[in-house]
C-alpha cells in the first residue's frame, strides 16, 4: 500500500500541534502553579480539592467569628473591670458612712458620690462596640438602659431620718429612683466550629440584677386607707388619733360598764374589749352616704373622662357653704369613693370641707394632682371632673361612710348564775352546778370559765303572781346575791328566801307564797331604754359647753336647776344633772389644750373665774337664756376655731358622743370615722389571684364598675342528654359551695362542675358519652351564671367559664396568688417613716395572714397594709404620716419576696446603690451595715463570677482559633498535594516537550522537502 506524501503530512501536522498542546498546557501548569487545568484530568483528586477549600474557607470564617467574640470579650472585660472598681468604691463608701462618728453632712456627700458612680455605671451598662450593645441581650441595637428621677414623678422625693423622724422633703427629687432594662435575657453567641458556639456576651439581666425578672417599682402618693378593724388608733380623726382612756357604755336596763381602753392600739382592740364584756357586741360597718349625692356627683361617667355633676340652684359660686346645698339639707360627712379609668380607687374624706372650693381642692389632690382636674362651673351650678389618668375603664363616683356600732346584747344575767329556769307548781330553783363555786364568798368573777357575771337584774315570779325585781349591778359574791335577793322580797313583802347549800355549793331560791296559778320561774330583764356611750368624766357635758365652733365663740347650752333663781350663785350640785368635780379643756385657734381646773368649784361663778383665771379665754353667763358663754379674745386675722372637751374623751374620739345616733335602741352607731390622707406605697404588681374553692363568691368580677360579686339564684342545666336541673345557689358563700350543688347527684343530670386548668373561671363537663345535644346553662330569675362566667351554650362535652377576675381577700392562700404559682416568702426588710428592721413572711399562709405580719410585727413601723380597692394589690401606708416607705428582701439571699408582691425592685446593684444613697440620706448607719453592705458583697460577688466566665470564654475562643488555625494550615498542606504542581518536575516535563517539539519539527523538514511539483500534485 502506497503512503501519500498528504497523508505524511496531515500525519506530521497532527503530531505537531499535539505536542504543541501539551506543552502550553505544561506552560499554563507551571505558571499558575496548579496540577490540573480541567477537572476531567483527575475527578478524584477535584472532589479532594473542593472538598479542602470548603473547610478551609468554613475555617477562615470560623477564626473571623472567633476574633469577633474575643473583640467582645476584651470590651466587656474591659466594662466589667471598670464595674468591679466602681462597686469596690461603693463597698469603701458604705464602710465609711455607717461609721456612728459621722453626721449627716458627711453622708450627704457621700450621697452624692453613690449617685455620681451610680450614673457613671449606667454608661458603662450602655457600653456600644461597632453600634452593638454588649450587655443588651438580643436587643443590641439600642441602649439597654435608662433612668428615672425623682422630677418623673410618681415616686418618693422625700427622706424621713432614721430614730429621729426629720422630714426632708424632695431629698431624691433630682436623684435616680429607677433603672429601666429595655436588653433581654439572652446572650449573643457565634460558631466558632462546625455544630459548636461559643456565647460572646453577659447579658444586663444576669450582670446587673442576677437573672431576676425586673419588678416595676412601686408607687407611692397620699390616700386614705381602708377603714377596717386593723386601722390604728392614731390614724383616726385626721391623724389626731383617740385619747387614752375608758369610756362607759350604759345598756338598755341603765346599767353601766366601764370598758378600760388605755391598752387599745388599733380598731380591733376597741372592738376586743367592748365584745369581751359579754354584754355588748361592737364592730364596724361601711354604709352607703348621701355625700356624693349631695354634691350632685354621684355618678357612672362610663368610658368618658369627664363627670359632670348635677346642677343646684344653691351653688352660687365656689364659696357657696355646703349647708346651703341639697334645698338646705347640706352635705354630710363621708367618703367620695372614686373609681379613675385607670383602675385605680380612691378614697376622698370631705370631713372638714366647708365650701364647694374645698371639695374642688380634695379632688385636685388626690394621688398628687395625678388623677382628677375638678372644677366649679358657675353657668350650670355644678361640679364637673375630669379623669386625666389616660386609663380606659370606667369612670365612677359613688360615697360611702364607715362607722363603729355597739349593740346590746340580750341580758344574760340570770342564765351566768345558772338560775334562768321554770319550775312551774315547783318550789325551789337551785343553780346549776360550777364546780369553781366553792362556798358562798368565791368572787362571780371567777364563774363561767372566767367569764363572770354580767352586772344586771333579774325577775323572780312566784306562785302568788308577785314579781321581784333584783338589781344585781354591784354584786360581788353568791352571798351578796342571796343578800341581794332577801333584801329585794323583805321591801317587796314577797315570801322568797335566798340560800346557799353548803353540801352542794349551789344557790336555792325558796318560794314560799300562796300558790294561786302562777309559775315560779327567774327570767332575764330587757330594757328598753336606748343604749348610750359617754365619758368617764361629765364635767364639761353637764355644764352644756361640750361644744365646738369655727368662730372664738362658743355658747353653751341652756342649763336647768332644782333650785331658782338660776345664776352664778346657784351651786353646781343644784344643775340637773349635777356635774362632778374635775378639770376641762379648752383648745382655742393655736389648737394648744388648756387645763381648766375646777377641782374646787362649788358654784356657777367658780366655773367662770376658773376658765377666766387662764389667762387665755373669757367666760360669762348669759342671765336671759341661762347659759355659759366662752370666748376665744386672742383669735385675731380670721385665725379662728374653739374647742371645750372633757379630760379624757375616749368615747368622743371614737365617734361615740358628737354625732351618734339609735337608730333601734338597741344600737348605737357612731359618727363617720375619718382619717386623713396618709403617705402610701402602691404596690406595683397584680397579685392575680386564681380561682380556688375556698374563694369568697363576693370577690368574683371585682374590676366590675356596677354590683361586683355574685348575684345569687336559680340557673337551670340541660345535659347533652336532654336531662335539666333547677339549681338554687342561694346562700352559697365560697366556689365551692357552687361546685358542690351543681355536682349533686340529686339534681339528676350527668355533669360535673370544677375548676378551670388555669384557674381563671369554672368549667362544666357533660359526661353523656355520645349524647348528641346541647349543653345548656342558662339564668332562670338572677344574673347567677352570667356572674359565674358560665352562663351559654355548647355542642362540645365541655362548657368553659369566662375568666370571673377574682379579687384578694383576707382568706385568699398566698399560693393562689400569681395566677396559682404562689408567691415566694421570706424576710424583708422593712425602712417605714424613722424605723427600719426585719419582718419574717415564712410560712404565712394567707393574705390576711401576711397583713397582720406586715402591720403588727412591730409597732414601731407605723404601719398597715392592706388590700387595694380592686383586690389586685398589696398597699402600704405609714400610719403616722411620715413620707418614707421601702421594702427590700432581707439579706440579699432570700426569695424575690418584695419584688414578687410588688412591693419592692428586683434585688440589683442599681438597687443596692439607691439604698446605700437613700440610707445615707436618711441618717441609717443600722441599715447600711445590715444591709447595704451584705447586698454590696453580693453584686460584686456576682459580677466577679461573670467576669471570670469571661476570662475562661476568652481563654476557650483563644484556643478555638489556635485549633482553627492549625487545621487549616493542614487543610492547606492536603490541598497543596492534591492541587499544586511538582514544579521541578513540571520544568523538566516541559523541557522535554520543548525539546521534542524542536525535534519534531527539525525531522518533520528533513523528511518533507517539498518541490513545486508536490504542491502541483
Do not use: C
Amino acid at each position: 500500500m502506497r503512503i501519500t506524501n498528504q497523508w505524511i503530512v496531515n500525519s506530521f501536522i497532527g503530531q505537531v500541534n499535539r505536542t504543541n498542546s501539551s506543552m502550553s498546557e505544561m506552560q499554563i501548569k507551571v505558571s499558575s502553579g496548579s496540577k490540573y487545568i480541567r477537572a476531567s484530568e483527575s475527578p478524584v483528586d477535584n472532589a479532594l480539592i473542593m472538598q479542602n477549600k470548603v473547610e478551609i474557607n468554613e475555617n477562615t470564617q470560623f477564626i473571623r467569628n472567633i476574633d469577633h467574640v474575643t473583640d467582645w470579650y476584651n470590651n466587656t472585660d474591659g466594662a466589667m473591670s471598670t464595674i468591679e472598681s466602681a462597686i469596690q468604691r461603693v463597698r469603701e463608701l458604705a464602710v465609711q458612712g455607717a461609721n456612728d462618728t459621722l453626721v449627716q453632712e458627711d453622708r450627704d456627700a457621700i450621697a452624692k458620690e453613690i449617685n455620681e458612680l451610680m450614673l457613671h455605671l449606667i454608661d458603662v451598662a450602655n457600653t456600644n462596640i461597632g453600634g452593638e450593645y454588649i450587655f443588651a441581650g438580643h436587643k443590641s441595637d439600642s441602649p439597654p438602659f435608662s433612668t428615672q428621677t425623682g422630677q418623673d414623678g410618681g415616686f418618693n422625693t422625700d427622706m424621713v431620718t432614721y430614730s429621729l423622724g426629720d422630714v426632708r422633703n424632695n431629698a431624691n427629687l433630682n436623684n435616680i429612683l429607677n433603672v429601666l432594662y429595655a436588653g433581654n435575657d439572652k446572650r449573643l453567641t457565634s460558631e466558632i466550629e462546625r455544630g459548636t458556639v461559643l456565647e460572646k456576651s453577659i447579658n444586663g439581666l444576669e450582670l446587673f440584677f442576677g437573672n431576676q425578672p425586673v419588678a416595676p417599682t412601686p408607687g407611692f402618693t397620699y390616700t386614705l386607707p381602708p377603714l377596717e378593724e386593723s386601722l390604728p388608733l392614731k390614724m383616726m380623726n385626721s391623724g389626731n388619733g383617740v385619747q387614752e382612756g375608758s369610756i362607759i357604755i350604759t345598756d338598755q336596763n341603765g346599767v353601766e360598764h366601764k370598758i378600760e381602753l388605755a391598752d387599745a392600739h388599733r380598731l380591733d382592740d376597741v372592738i376586743g374589749m367592748i365584745n369581751a364584756t359579754n354584754s355588748f357586741k361592737a364592730g364596724i360597718e361601711e354604709v352607703p352616704s348621701d355625700t356624693a349625692v349631695s354634691l350632685g356627683i354621684n355618678r357612672n361617667a362610663g368610658f368618658s373622662n369627664l363627670l359632670v355633676g348635677l346642677s343646684d340652684p344653691k351653688m352660687l359660686s365656689e364659696f357657696t357653704n355646703l349647708t346651703d346645698l341639697n334645698n338646705g339639707l347640706g352635705v354630710p360627712d363621708g367618703y367620695l369613693n372614686i373609681n379613675t379609668r385607670d383602675g385605680k380607687n380612691y378614697r376622698v374624706d370631705t370631713t372638714g370641707a366647708t365650701t364647694v372650693a374645698d371639695i374642688v381642692a380634695k379632688l385636685n389632690a388626690v394621688n398628687g394632682g395625678a388623677a382628677l382636674e375638678a372644677k366649679f362651673d358657675m353657668i350650670h351650678k355644678r361640679i364637673e371632673i375630669q379623669d386625666i389618668t389616660g386609663g380606659a375603664g370606667e369612670f365612677a363616683i359613688t360615697s360611702t361612710r364607715t362607722q363603729l356600732y355597739i349593740k346590746d346584747l340580750d341580758p344574760h344575767v340570770a342564765s351566768d348564775l345558772g338560775l334562768a329556769r321554770n319550775v312551774g307548781p315547783g318550789t325551789q330553783i337551785v343553780s346549776t352546778y360550777d364546780p369553781v363555786m366553792q362556798s358562798e364568798t368565791t368572787p362571780l368573777s371567777m364563774l363561767n370559765g372566767g367569764k363572770g357575771v354580767e352586772a344586771g337584774f333579774i325577775n323572780i315570779s312566784t306562785h302568788d303572781g308577785s314579781i321581784v325585781n333584783v338589781d344585781l349591778t354591784s354584786v360581788q359574791s353568791p352571798q351578796d346575791i342571796m343578800a341581794a335577793i332577801n333584801a329585794q322580797a323583805l321591801a317587796d313583802g314577797v315570801n322568797l328566801v335566798a340560800s346557799f347549800d353548803a353540801v352542794s355549793n349551789r344557790m336555792v331560791i325558796t318560794d314560799n307564797t300562796v300558790d294561786n296559778g302562777f309559775d315560779f320561774k327567774i327570767e332575764e330583764v330587757y330594757g328598753s331604754n336606748p343604749i348610750a356611750v359617754r365619758e368617764v368624766t361629765t364635767l364639761t357635758k353637764n355644764l352644756g359647753l361640750l361644744k365646738s365652733s369655727q368662730g372664738n365663740t362658743i355658747v353653751g347650752n341652756t342649763l336647768t336647776s332644782s333650785t331658782l333663781p338660776l345664776d352664778e350663785t346657784t351651786l353646781l350640785s343644784d344643775l340637773l344633772p349635777p356635774p362632778e368635780r374635775g378639770f376641762m379643756v379648752i383648745r382655742g385657734a393655736d389648737k394648744e389644750p388648756v387645763k381648766i381646773d375646777l377641782t374646787g368649784a362649788n358654784t356657777i361663778q367658780d366655773v367662770l373665774d376658773g376658765i377666766n383665771g387662764s389667762g387665755k379665754f373669757a367666760a360669762s353667763w348669759d342671765a336671759n337664756e341661762k347659759r355659759f358663754v366662752v370666748t376665744d379674745p386672742t383669735a385675731t386675722g380670721g385665725n379662728y376655731g374653739i374647742v371645750i372637751e372633757e379630760l379624757v374623751n375616749t368615747g368622743r374620739d371614737l365617734g361615740f358622743i358628737t354625732g351618734a345616733s339609735n337608730h333601734v335602741y338597741g344600737t348605737i352607731t357612731g359618727s363617720p370615722i375619718n382619717v386623713k390622707s396618709l403617705p402610701t406605697m402602691v404596690g406595683s404588681v397584680d397579685l392575680n389571684p386564681a380561682l380556688t374553692p375556698q374563694t369568697d363568691l363576693q370577690s368574683l368580677n371585682s374590676t366590675r364598675m356596677s354590683n361586683p360579686g355574685v348575684n345569687l339564684g336559680y340557673i337551670r342545666i340541660t345535659d347533652k342528654a336532654g336531662r335539666f336541673a333547677a339549681i338554687d345557689l342561694r346562700g352559697s358563700q365560697t366556689i365551692d359551695d357552687i361546685l358542690t350543688k351543681i355536682n349533686n347527684p340529686a339534681n339528676g343530670i350527668y355533669v360535673e362542675a370544677r375548676i378551670s386548668a388555669d384557674g381563671k373561671g369554672l368549667e362544666i363537663i357533660d359526661k353523656n358519652n355520645g349524647a348528641t345535644g346541647k349543653l345548656e346553662i342558662i339564668d332562670i330569675d338572677s344574673t347567677t351564671a352570667s356572674d359565674l362566667g358560665i352562663s351559654g351554650r355548647t355542642v362540645d362535652n365541655k362548657l368553659i367559664g369566662k375568666d370571673v377576675d377574682p379579687a384578694m381577700s383576707l382568706t385568699t392562700p398566698i399560693s393562689a396568688l400569681n395566677g396559682g404559682k404562689g408567691v415566694p416568702l421570706g424576710k424583708v426588710y422593712v425602712q417605714s417613716g424613722s424605723y427600719s428592721g426585719e419582718i419574717d413572711l415564712t410560712g404565712v399562709k394567707t393574705v390576711g395572714e401576711m397583713l397582720d405580719k406586715l402591720s403588727n410585727s412591730d409597732n414601731n413601723f407605723n404601719l398597715q397594709a392592706w388590700i387595694s380597692a380592686d383586690g389586685k394589690r398589696i398597699n402600704l401606708t405609714n400610719t403616722m404620716g411620715e413620707p418614707y416607705i421601702k421594702v427590700r428582701d432581707a439579706g440579699g439571699k432570700n426569695p424575690n419576696t418584695a419584688s414578687t408582691l410588688g412591693l419592692g425592685n428586683t434585688p440589683s446593684l442599681f438597687t443596692t446603690m439607691m439604698d446605700l444613697r437613700d440610707n445615707l440620706l436618711r441618717n441609717d448607719a443600722k441599715a447600711i451595715s445590715e444591709e447595704s453592705i451584705k447586698n454590696i458583697d453580693e453584686d460584686l460577688r456576682r459580677v466577679l463570677n461573670l467576669h471570670a466566665e469571661v476570662g475562661s470564654k476568652t481563654n476557650r475562643a483563644n484556643a478555638a482559633k489556635e485549633k482553627q488555625e492549625n487545621i487549616t494550615l493542614n487543610l492547606k498542606n492536603m490541598l497543596s498535594s492534591v492541587e499544586d504542581i511538582d514544579m521541578a518536575e513540571a520544568i523538566i516535563r516541559m523541557t522535554e516537550m520543548e525539546t521534542a517539539y524542536q525535534a519534531a519539527l527539525q525531522t518533520g523538514s528533513r523528511i518533507m522537502q517539498m518541490s513545486l511539483l508536490d504542491f502541483l500534485r
